[in-house]
């Protein structure tokens, strides 16, 4: 499995970020430009998948992980971020909240 850390995710510009945390977790702070399909829907949600290459993360890394191993038997060219959003805060980079 693929995997890059946030510190290599904030260098990439032109990736899809997919995050597969459940919405009200999205709701509270994301990565800015990462979509939200969470893990419990991304089985039926297959179609709103990137064509190419994309990364995808989740709180700690755990969740992602799965959804990208699972996504990599499917023949998607995917790359898990390691220590998911919460490094990503805990490094202190800027986290979008989508306005209520």
């Not at 977790?25 to 297959?46: K, T």
């Not at 755990?62 to 060219?77: H, I």
């Amino acid at each position: 499995m693929k995997s890059i850390t946030v510190t290599e995710l904030a260098e990439r510009s032109t990736t899809p970020l997919v995050d597969v945390r459940e919405k009200d977790e999205f709701a509270a702070g994301h990565v800015p430009g990462a979509v939200n399909i969470p893990m419990s829907e991304i089985g039926n949600r297959l179609e709103e998948l990137p064509g190419e290459a994309f990364d995808v993360i989740c709180q700690m890394g755990g969740r992602s992980a799965r959804v990208v191993e699972a996504l990599e038997a499917r023949g998607y060219d995917v790359t898990n971020v390691e220590g998911g959003t919460g490094e990503w805060i805990a490094q202190g980079r800027e986290v979008e909240v989508p306005s209520a």
